[in-house]
T-cell receptor
Framework: GENVEQHPSTLSVQEGDSAVIKCTYS??????FPWYKQELGKRPQLIID?????GEKKDQRIAVTLNKTAKHFSLHITETQPEDSAVYFC?????????????FGGGTRLMVKP | NAGVTQTPKFQVLKTGQSMTLQCAQD?????MSWYRQDPGMGLRLIHY???????DQGEVPNGYNVSRSTTEDFPLRLLSAAPSQTSVYFC???????????FGSGTRLTVV
């Protein structure tokens, strides 16, 4: 089955700096890649997603890039703010045309220092 | 539109007890799934369903049962609770065909 690896597991940045989180996936058939943000004690919430027919997608301060050849995708957060502090999960979707099963990465704890 | 509703929010069980975690969605999503999240770890898939009457196992299905008699409801049953099942459980739903999940607020389960 699909395997998603996420790095780094923890990331500490200064407010205003950029943060980059990287994920690799194993199944070349995967074609949907969402990112989730989970604040402490809360549910994961979708922040951005990308499909395999697109190389990059941006939404205000966050962007996601996808390299299908290398089977990796990344989340970029610019001008980080303290409220960006959370755990971020990447995921890859397999069997999407027969369902929507997501395989999640292990998560990255992002800490933004004021 | 309530989204995905999970009950209860907290539960303490004794080893060997059984219980059902409830999950309901009002978005007419075909796909529903259950994940568990252990401290410092990611989300691991327990069971999923692509529609009413259809369920399948995920990565960690042992000790859990599910059923999907309606589009809206997807309960998770713990057959005989064990301390290893202490975790936070999330239900999630989505449309099929590659789309983002909507998660419930979670159930924090402790087995003593």
């Amino acid at each position: 089955g699909e395997n998603v690896e996420q790095h780094p597991s923890t990331l500490s940045v200064q407010e205003g700096d950029s943060a980059v989180i990287k994920c690799t996936y194993s199944d070349s058939a995967s074609n949907y890649f969402p990112w989730y943000k989970q604040e402490l004690g809360k549910r994961p919430q979708l922040i951005i997603d990308i499909r395999s027919n697109v190389g990059e997608k941006k939404d205000q301060r966050i962007a996601v890039t996808l390299n299908k050849t290398a089977k990796h995708f990344s989340l970029h957060i610019t001008e980080t703010q303290p409220e960006d502090s959370a755990v971020y999960f990447c995921a890859a979707s397999t069997q999407w045309n027969a369902g929507n099963m997501l395989t999640f990465g292990g998560g990255t704890r992002l800490m933004v220092k004021p | 539109n309530a989204g995905v509703t999970q009950t209860p929010k907290f539960q303490v069980l004794k080893t060997g007890q059984s219980m059902t975690l409830q999950c309901a969605q009002d978005m007419n999503h075909e796909y529903m799934s259950w994940y568990r999240q252990d401290p410092g770890m990611g989300l691991r898939l327990i069971h999923y369903s692509v529609g009413a009457g259809i369920t399948d196992q995920g990565e960690v299905p042992n000790g859990y049962n599910v059923s999907r008699s309606t589009t809206e409801d997807f309960p998770l049953r713990l057959l005989s609770a064990a301390p290893s099942q202490t975790s936070v459980y999330f239900c999630a739903s989505s449309y099929t065909g590659g789309s983002g999940y909507t998660f419930g607020s979670g159930t924090r389960l402790t087995v003593v």
